[in-house]
């Protein structure tokens, strides 16, 4: 939620066309404004994982380092998400009203809560929008059934795809806003 307000906080601030005025291309100020975001994200997965493993003794079946990676896959796909909310809204209420709004339907369209097979079809059809639900099925497929890297290479890309479209779309609406 709060990636979504990075960009457009500089805007209502006035900061923005410092960043403009400097010889940075779009991508590399879009992305600067995720690696803070990333830093904290990640801190707080090795946070839980650590919670979860040491304190209340959840398994890994399978691999750490696939279970890391596709954690980092994810969150940055999640990041870029705000992101391009940032770019598309002029206000930081805007931003943060949208990103709420956008978790619901990802809570109940990740299968988190609710089968994804026993939702309507069309329910299944928009659950495959929805970054969560790959990582949730790469999650339960490494951790609980502790299969391969293998085994959850659709997911990793679909996350990978999903993740360079929202880059693609967060630094072409940053050019088109500013």
Known sequence: MMTS????????????????????????????????????????????????????????????????????????????LGLLISTVVNTQLAAMLISLLLIVPTIYLSGMVFAIESMPVAAQVVSNIVPAKWYIIAVKDVMIKGLPAVSILKEIGILSFMAVVLVFLSVKRFKIRL
């Open 5 to 80: 307000i990075a960009i457009v906080r500089e805007r209502e601030m006035g900061t923005m066309e410092i960043l403009l005025a400097s010889p940075l291309p779009s991508i590399d100020i879009v992305l600067a404004k995720l690696v803070p975001y990333m830093i904290i994200s990640l801190i707080d997965m090795a946070t839980i994982l650590c919670l979860s493993y040491f304190v209340m003794h959840v398994p890994m079946a399978g691999s750490l380092l696939v279970y890391v990676i596709t954690a980092v896959i994810y969150i940055f796909t999640s990041l870029m």
